[in-house]
């Protein structure tokens, strides 16, 4: 009787973003196995196969022929194992792969992630900026309205928020940055990577505007951004006027509703209004 052919799993396979000897026991040991690696770039695939002694047939799968390819490569998976890699880090984050990992899901083909590099991750982990809640917005984009607009959309953004720049663009973005989050927000600037050329600096948009301003060397290098959170500082004061308010109410209603109807009045936070007279209520009882 004919044994039934056993099927293909596509592994994701993290490189290195540039130390070479950031790629895992793990990933190479994949890389030996598998029958296919589906590369975004032939050269950078091939010199890194060199790197670790490994020879396999590579297919194309860079961001112009991802949906031709991505049914290309679903067909070899009926029985063969496949690796997806990138030119540097994570595939599928900023690079080709969602789609093929998205289709797979769809024909019931198990997709194995390893972990490893990711730029994105290795800058937060080093930024000095809360890393326990982030969004990642990928690139800013290119067109200088459409970059203000992305911007200006995440002033209020309360969680770290994580963008890749290219070398060419980094002095206008962080010009727009600087007018449209203010010269004082905090962010890291994370350059070059695992490389020998290594930086990682946190300090103020304004910082970073006037050193990038006058120093073409370096805007050179790959570049993750690291933007530390919208802080609401300004606690409003609560004004002599609110204050008599408050206190005509206070002996008619209750705590919440001397606090809701003070807040509809002058149109501030019922909260604060709420916790200054309950500071107030236990003070007096003292
Ligand atoms: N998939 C990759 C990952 O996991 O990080 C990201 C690919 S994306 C096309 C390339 C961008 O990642 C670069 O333009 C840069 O913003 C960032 N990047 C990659 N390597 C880097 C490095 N060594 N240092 C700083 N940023 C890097």
Redesign the pocket.
């Known amino acids: 009787m004919k044994k039934k052919k056993k099927n293909g799993k596509l592994f994701i396979v993290p490189t290195p973003?540039?130390n070479m000897k950031d790629i895992t026991y793990r990933a190479i040991k994949v890389l030996n196995k598998i029958d296919y690696i589906a590369s975004e770039n032939y050269k950078i695939t091939l010199k890194l196969l060199n790197k670790f002694n490994i020879k396999k047939k590579i297919i194309s799968f860079h961001k112009y022929n991802e949906h031709k390819n991505t049914n290309l490569i679903i067909k070899k998976l009926k029985n063969k194992n496949i690796a997806l890699i990138?030119n540097?880090?994570?595939p599928t984050?900023?690079?080709p792969g969602f789609i093929l990992v998205k289709k797979c899901h769809k024909k019931k083909i198990k997709v194995v992630p390893l972990p490893g590099a990711?730029?994105?991750i290795t800058?937060l982990s080093a930024s000095g900026i809360p890393s326990n809640k982030f969004c990642f917005e990928g690139f800013l984009p290119s067109q200088e309205k459409k970059r203000c607009n992305t911007i200006k959309k995440i002033k209020f953004e309360k969680r770290t928020i994580i963008f890749?720049?290219?070398p060419h663009r980094i002095k206008k973005s962080l010009k727009n940055i600087v007018e449209k989050l203010g010269p004082l927000r905090k962010m890291t600037l994370?350059?070059?990577?695992?490389?020998y050329w290594e930086s990682i600096k946190l300090q103020t948009a304004y910082y970073f505007f006037k050193k990038y301003k006058n120093n073409s060397l370096i805007c050179k290098g790959?570049?993750?951004l690291i933007i530390s959170g919208y802080k609401n500082k300004k606690k409003k004061k609560i004004s002599k006027k609110i204050k008599k308010t408050l206190y005509i109410l206070k002996p008619l209603l209750s705590l919440t509703k001397t606090a809701l109807v003070t807040s509809k009045i002058y149109n501030i936070k019922k909260n604060s209004l709420y916790k200054y007279l309950l500071k107030k209520q236990n003070n007096d009882k003292k």
């Open positions: 973003i540039g990138s540097a880090g994570t984050i900023n690079d990711c730029a994105a800058a890749y720049e290219s994370a350059r070059e990577l695992t490389k790959e570049i993750v």
